[in-house]
DNA sequence: ATTAGGG
DNA sequence: CCCTAAT
């Protein structure tokens, strides 16, 4: 096997010295390689220099004097797309991957973006021209005019940061007059060294984490950075630069203990093993096995190197001391697992949740209370399964609380996944009080439909266009009706409220609680814009719920072409000012549904679900294809479960349907509010899906 | 505060 | 639609 070169990131500086990245510009270089699925760094130097930017005839081209590396001046002339018409249909002047075009590895990276706009201010010609409208429009820009000629430009220009000459995101929210194109010069250029380069900069990982190297009793806090770099090769088999001596012995330490909990302990290493010592206790030393054992180190370093052999960025800050990233303690940070085979790397990788943990938790304390540990092999591997590998890290006596975590692999990395108590955060559930209110004394576990009252009582006013009675006068300032709700989704956790309940029982006196409980329901009642609605038939009842709309789904399509798929807020800021009942969030939201529709639409998924014409059927297909335009343009995939959750509600879509639990495509409110008593439940836990009532608008 | 994703 | 992590 050989070994592996970790690339660091340099830049080339005007005079040709090379200095290492930035971490900001290491993100940025991070964001080419993801959006560009290249492996390769191209080399791409300072074009600070940019000497004008021309438009013409709609035709923006930026000419810059690019000194390579070498010293010599390259000349890059890029065009970029014209500009176009109706800028909903014209493709967005992000233009990428310039860089690839030459052969120097030398470019521009460039980025004209439809979306934001250049702040042209002052009596500038070029301002007065375009100021009218609130699209770009390029006939207005007459003849060729040299940006750089603009004085206001200039100043507008001037006034920026440093060097980054028209990166124009901090000057739009001021501008009065939002016509032009945001144009993004990314001045950071850099170095992609590889092999035995003769830059020093670049570095092999030929070591391996050698424990011999750690004699004897060692305490972290003794050691100088000196020693404490020294006991960081031995621990990770690798250099480190920081001099920070807290991260250090914090990696040191969590290295060693493979846990995260290192924080406010002191350590001493003897034999291999971390002895923790808790500074203010001062007890006797808790011991703890070195969990890490070498083999396992040397198996997550070799699963690194076997899954990842391409780049290594040391994101947490190896050469930079820069407090933020220090901060950043989590191991899975020093074992990137980049998995060539995944698509998703457009995706954050998540750490799991807290629910995420709880949930786990309460599993793993109930099924295993120690278990063999597992190995960790599964670091190597991204696509491990999510099953906990419980590990309990042996820290008995004492009455500190032992430090149990366990192994998770999460995006590849192996994370140690604290337990963590599991107490209830947050507000408790909405229908915990109605629970208490019936059955004071025994919570039952199974929750029935509640009567609407509670519902009638929780509905309010809202300043602005809420509807009382959405079916009688559905949005009236919209004069249409809406699609079909595309919920489905079920309500949150059964276990939480379970959990709940239980924990009721252990806790407060349940007059407490159910004070507790009024007082939250007060608060809802007043903060939220709580659509509610009751159906004649006691049909289920959704709160927070609004229908989409015909025209609210073009606005945002409308809003996503003009924007793009991401801009949420600008999208919720310009074209949804008047919707104060939809969110970004919303949008967003939305628009992973319009995606889903629109690509359950193609033949092979729609074969595929076999399924009639629902659902996605009540969008206008031209907007389900604008959709499929939309998204392509901005290389979004399907959602991964598009045959799933297309189906609306209505009688049996998708291949869900787990119909013995009465799991369709929306919970109904029985399971949310619940209502005691069993006998009720008789009409009412007849599971239905809820079919939109009022579709019919159109289609 | 925004955005992405999972539920 | 909600929740929460990440940024």
């Not at 692999?409 to 107490?423: A, E, H, K, M, W």
């Not at 996605?616 to 479960?641: C, G, N």
């Not at 369709?664 to 409110?669: A, E, N, P, Q, S």
Request: aromatic letters at 4%.
């Amino acid at each position: 096997m050989v070994d592996p070169v970790v690339y660091k990131l340099v830049r080339v500086d005007g005079d040709g010295r090379i200095v290492p990245a930035t971490d900001d510009e290491v993100m940025e270089v991070d964001e080419v390689l993801l959006e560009e699925n290249n492996s390769e760094l191209p080399l791409v130097v300072d074009v600070v220099q940019a000497e004008g930017c021309i438009v013409k005839d709609g035709l923006v081209s930026v000419r810059n004097n690019i000194k390579g590396s070498e010293g010599t001046s390259t000349n890059a002339d890029v065009k970029v797309q014209k500009l176009k018409g109706p800028l909903e249909e014209n493709v967005p002047l992000v233009s990428h991957g310039v860089n690839d075009k030459f052969s120097t590895q030398v470019g521009v990276e460039m980025c004209l973006k439809p979306a934001g706009f250049l702040k042209l201010s002052g009596p500038s010609s070029l301002a007065a021209g375009t100021c009218s409208s609130s699209m770009p429009d390029f006939s207005k820009i007459k003849g060729e005019v040299c940006l750089k000629t603009v004085p206001s430009l200039r100043k507008t220009v001037s006034s920026l940061p440093e060097t980054v000459p028209l990166v124009s995101h901090a000057v739009n929210d001021k501008c009065s007059t939002q016509v032009g194109v945001e144009m993004c010069l990314k001045p950071a250029g850099f170095l992609k060294l590889s092999g035995s380069s003769s830059l020093a900069s670049a570095t092999c990982s030929s070591s391996m984490p050698d424990f011999s190297k750690i004699k004897g009793e060692v305490c972290l806090d003794n050691l100088s950075v000196k020693e404490l770099h020294e006991t960081f090769r031995a621990t990770f088999g690798r250099e480190t630069t920081v001099k920070d001596k807290l991260w250090l012995k914090r990696r040191i330490a969590m290295g060693l203990t493979n846990s995260c909990d290192v924080a406010t302990s002191t350590f001493i290493i003897k034999d291999k093993k971390l002895i923790r010592r808790e500074k203010i206790e001062g007890g006797a030393p808790c011991e703890i096995k070195c969990s890490k054992s070498e083999d396992q180190i040397d198996g997550i370093f070799k699963g690194r190197r076997k899954d990842s052999p391409i780049i290594s960025f040391n994101k947490a800050g190896d050469e930079q001391v820069s407090g933020k990233r220090l901060r950043k303690s989590d191991v899975e940070e020093e074992y990137i697992c980049e998995d060539p085979h995944t698509n998703e790397h457009t995706k954050r990788v998540r750490k799991p949740t807290k629910r995420y943990i709880e949930e786990l938790s309460e599993v793993d304390n109930s099924e295993s209370s120690g278990k063999p540990v597992p190995s960790v092999k599964s670091s190597g591997n991204c696509h491990s399964d999510l099953k906990p590998q419980v590990r309990p890290v042996q820290n008995v006596g004492l009455d500190r609380p032992a430090v149990v975590t366990r192994q998770e692999s999460f995006g590849g990395s192996g994370v140690q996944v604290p337990y963590v108590s599991r107490v209830r955060r947050g507000r408790p559930r909405e229908n915990f009080m109605p629970l208490m209110k019936f059955h004071p004394g025994s919570m039952g576990m199974d929750a029935k439909p509640v009567t609407k009252t509670l519902d009638v009582c929780v509905s309010q006013p809202d300043s602005e266009n809420v509807e009382k009675d959405p079916k009688a006068k559905l949005a009236p300032q919209q004069s249409e009706q809406p699609i079909v709700a595309e919920r489905k989704k079920e309500e949150k956790q059964n276990t939480e409220d379970k959990e709940n309940h239980n924990e009721a029982k252990t806790c407060n006196s349940v007059a407490q609680q159910v004070e507790t409980k009024n007082l939250d329901l007060a608060e809802d009642n007043s903060d939220h814009n709580v659509n509610t609605q009751s159906t004649t038939k006691g049909e289920p009842i959704r709160k927070h719920h609004r229908a989409w709309t015909l025209s609210e789904v073009t606005q945002l399509v409308e809003g996503v072409s003009r924007y793009g798929a991401g801009r949420w807020s600008e999208i919720k800021r310009l074209g949804f000012s008047a919707c104060s009942y939809r969110t970004s969030v919303d949008l967003k939201d939305k628009w992973r549904n319009l995606l889903r529709a629109s690509f359950a639409h193609s033949p092979a998924v729609r074969d595929m679900t076999n399924s009639k014409k629902q659902a996605a059927a009540t969008i206008p297909a031209h907007i389900l294809l604008r959709v499929r335009e939309l998204a392509e343009k901005y290389s979004q995939v399907p959602p991964p479960d598009v045959c799933r959750k297309v189906g609306g509600g209505r009688g049996g879509g998708g291949l869900r349907r787990k119909v013995g639990g009465g799991v369709f495509g929306r919970k109904i409110v029985s399971q949310k509010v619940g209502v005691v008593g069993g006998g009720v439940s008789a009409s009412s836990s007849v599971v239905r899906p809820i079919v939109n009532e009022t579709r019919s608008g159109f289609l």
